[in-house]
């Protein structure tokens, strides 16, 4: 096992939610750490609260925009590891009420996005690191209705990184597949009624609870870590598949 200790870890999505829970988690390693999301704002809030005495850097750059991503990573020079977790809330319209606009924009925002973020690391990756990128479990229990486009671009990612595991090599590429995770991504996408919805699933969950991004963190950590897994989806869902 790769110990992260003085390691060079890029997160993009670092600044909130599952992303910082990595962050975190890596910092506690030793890594050096930088954080990498649109809201300058934000990652200057979560620099703040992960504290690490200078070890935590930040890069305001939007992964949909090639421009940006590409001076971002040019920027940020070698490192030993790329994660990203960033996203925005998926559409969930029935198939027949699909707004064609709304598809394309997740679309470029979670698959190009995460495209053009292997692109440009890809050039300062150091041989033998790796990328682990988010998918989740609606790609293995959907929405219904209205999840069909979130379960067709999160299963996409098992395959994106099956092949990029290959053309990568030695360098390695997985995935991390989280069940429901409090977030606030999901205070955006149900606001007052995350309380209900998070019993409920809690009250059906083999765990019991909905997982924080500190119980996910470590999968991220592992795909780091593990030099010989590569082309893998870890599914970290507190058994959310088995229900
Ligand atoms: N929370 C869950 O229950 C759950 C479950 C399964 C899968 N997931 C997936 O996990 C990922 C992370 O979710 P989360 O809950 O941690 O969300 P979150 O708390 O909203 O964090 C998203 C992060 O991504 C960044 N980001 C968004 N768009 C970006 C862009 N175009 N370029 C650069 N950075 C961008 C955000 O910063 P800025 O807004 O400042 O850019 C933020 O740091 C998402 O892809 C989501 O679909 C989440």
Do not use: C
């Not at 999160?154 to 990184?161: E, I, K, M, Q, R």
């Amino acid at each position: 096992m790769a110990q992260l200790m003085g390691r060079k870890i890029v997160v993009v999505g670092g600044s909130s939610g599952i992303g910082l829970g990595v962050a975190a988690a890596a910092l506690e390693r030793g890594a050096e750490l930088v954080i990498v999301g649109r809201s300058q704002e934000k990652l200057l809030r979560a620099q703040r609260d992960l504290g690490g005495n200078g070890r935590v850097s930040t890069v305001t750059a939007d992964m949909t925009r090639e421009g940006e991503i590409s001076a971002a990573f040019a920027g940020i020079g070698a490192f030993d590891h790329l994660v990203s977790t960033a996203g925005n809330p998926p559409p969930g319209d029935p198939i027949g009420e699909t707004n064609a606009d709304e598809v394309r924009r997740f679309i470029d925002d979670k698959l190009v996005g995460a495209v053009l973020v292997a692109k440009h690391a890809v050039r300062t990756l150091k041989r033998g690191g790796s990328m682990t990128f988010t998918s989740g479990i609606n790609k293995d229990r959907p929405p219904v209705p209205g999840g069909a486009v979130v379960s067709a671009i999160a299963g996409s990612f098992s395959y994106f990184a099956r092949a990029l595991a290959l053309e990568l090599a030695p360098s390695r590429v997985n995935i991390v597949s989280p069940g429901w995770v409090d977030t606030p991504m999901f205070d955006e996408l149900v606001g007052e009624a995350k309380a209900g919805y998070f019993e409920a699933m809690a009250a059906r969950l083999p765990i019991g609870r909905i997982a924080a991004p500190a119980d996910v963190a470590p999968a991220y950590i592992y795909a780091m870590e593990n030099e010989f897994m590569t082309g893998e989806t870890i599914h970290i869902d507190g058994g959310q598949r088995l229900i």
